[in-house]
């Protein structure tokens, strides 16, 4: 990895396989040159046309890393601020350039105002991921307000449409994939419910024909958890252009004299085909995005309540669901909602961090010690930044809820988001969470956020629109503080299922809950969505009792697509049949021996459940010595049934063993991805593990 200073305006970002080639011209424009595979470096030049006519400029039709809003440009643009007087445009000049390590950071400067930027990318030992930012900076006394402060522009590089895939996903429902060609005029992917949500991802992913292994993909993922868009344009002459970052509705950030602001990141990358794009990305954010007490460490196999008691815990059912789960190989025991307050359903008790006496008379410890003898760890659901108006905290502070006096409220599941940019507010959160992890043995926090903003009045604020931002920049303090003081806690963010599991959320909390529908079948498709720029360690994946939402499916075929994430258990146990609970433990002992491999290897994607009706989902660890493959499906047509199982991603030379057909085979690497093995799925629910070991 090298970041080439070419002397002449130009900087060439050199990654394993890429090139990302950006410079300055000689009016001091930032400018965009290339992104796709290397070149000889001589030939990196900086064109200039001069105006098509009046109505189409240079400037407008200038490929820029970062837009500033003025002149002739009218292109949607990265930057737009305020100055004092009232000036609304940005006119920069370049200032120089510096290469600190593995970081190039371009700076510039408004030609007469006190606001100077930065571009900064940063290059990493491996792969061809490279990460970018803009920092902001007021060099003079007086506020500058930004309406528009975007993380990163990009600009593809072929005049032919390109097709994006995002995810169009519902509580429920989340990251079903959706691909969208764009011709002319925009696509926009956004949240706008103050989290990034469920509905698109914070990402953007182009192509024009690419497959799981061929075909450039472009790709970039934002670091942030609040209000994002990703915008995507195509102009007259066929050029694609990207902006991603914090969307600019409702949004507004006032930098004042002397003071600094760097946007949220972009991961971004170019490769061969999808499937190296999600593994490039798996890797490299366990490498160098999760939170690292963490990063490199194995997650446990955990139970949790939520489905079998919901709100009615207590001691004694606790411990017997505990009991059962420890007899089943669970490593941590997770308390779902419901043991504090007055939380006897979703109508009262959010903000009363304190144990419900009712349902544990002698407080927390009782059962946590209980969990500890069965030789568990303990973990307990929180949902920090809510508050019901049937609380004790809300009547003690009806105004720390975000509010306009003028008007009513709206409850969703009955409850208020709580403005988390008040001071006093982020540390009533803190020191109660704080206080329930000091008092007790406690290893684990499932971060919960059920409903999005409304009523968005905060007038604790100078600029009330910059309340999105520091909503989700005082979440992140709290968990890091957290993290900081319980450096052997691991946190989870979950929001109705999925719906903060962006590259933000997990730079600082372990894991995602990934959806509330444990279905089965749904999992199938939910879960490729999640693989694509998310890493597989992060998602939590649980057996429950939603066996199908149209036919029961079995606790094996439940077992198998779950074993695909960080596997857990949340089905209600007393119900189950001893063959059940058997099935179970055969289950977890199995995933107990390939989870590094599913944890921490390389996905290959090889069968699609939507598009091929039998989903064919392979982890290879990276001496390619081992591999897990997990065949199922739905149910088969009768022409469908009979298929070569062909491999991917091992070692054309090593011989591996596995068992299959009730046999034990060994088999060359080459042979495996090149010739594969016969098989006939047949009838419903079909379910495979293939393990296969390297033989010396
Ligand atoms: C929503 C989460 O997604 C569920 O897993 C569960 O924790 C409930 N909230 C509890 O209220």
Sequence with gaps: MKILDLKNGIFVLETENTHYVLGVDKNGYNRHIHWGKKCDVKDYRIFNWGDENS??????????????????????????????DGCREINSKFIGSKIEGSTLTLTFSDKLYSLEYDLSYTLYDKGDIITRSITVRNTGNEPINFEHLYSAEFTLPSI?????????????????????????????????????????????????????????????????????????????????????????????????????????????????????????????????????????????????????????????????????????????????????????NDRAGLGDWYVNKEKFPNGLDELIQNVNNLGMDFGLWVEPEMVNPDSDLFRAHPEWAYHYDTREACELRHQLVLNMTRSDVQEYILNVLDKLLTDHNIKYIKWDMNRPFSETGAENLDNPKMLYYLHTKAVYDIVDTLKERHPDVAIESCSSGGGRSDLGALTHYDQAWTSDNTDGIDRMTIQKGYSLLRPTKTMRAWVTDIAGINKPCSLDFRFNIAMQGALGVGGNLLNYSKEDLEICKKNIALYKEIRDIVQFGDLYRILDADKDEVLMNQYVTADKSRSVAFIAARGTRFYKKRLPLTFDGLDENKRYSFEFWGEKHTMSGSYLMNVGIPTHIHGAYYNKIIVLEEVK
Aim: with cysteine; charged share 25%; net charge negative.
């Design 55 to 84: 109505n189409h400029t240079t400037l407008d039709e200038m490929k820029q890393e970062c837009t500033a809003f003025g002149q002739t440009m009218y292109r949607e643009c990265v930057l737009k601020a305020t100055f004092p």
């Design 160 to 344: 032919k449409p390109y097709k994006f895939r995002n995810t169009n996903g519902a509580w429920g429902g989340e990251f079903v994939e959706t691909e969208s060609c764009l011709d002319g005029g925009s696509l926009v992917f956004e949240s706008r419910k103050g989290i990034s949500g469920h509905n698109n991802s914070p990402y953007f992913i182009a192509h024009q024909d690419a497959d799981e292994k061929c075909g450039k993909v472009y790709f970039g993922s934002l670091a942030y958890s609040g209000n994002f868009k990703v915008k995507a344009t195509r102009d007259l002459y066929g050029i694609t252009r990207i902006i991603i970052g914090m969307n600019d509705f409702d949004f507004g950030y006032t930098l004042g004299g002397g003071e600094e602001f760097t946007t949220p990141a972009v991961h971004f990358g170019m490769t061969e085909g999808f499937g190296e794009m999600s593994r490039q990305m798996n890797r490299f954010c366990v490498d160098n995005v999760l939170p690292k007490q963490f990063n490199d460490k194995i997650l446990p196999v955990l139970y949790n309540s939520w489905e079998a008691t919901e709100f009615n815990v207590s001691v004694e059912g606790q411990t017997k669901l505990a009991e059962l789960a420890a007899d089943m190989g669970v490593e941590l025991f997770v308390m779902d909602d419901g043991w504090f307050g007055a939380r006897n």
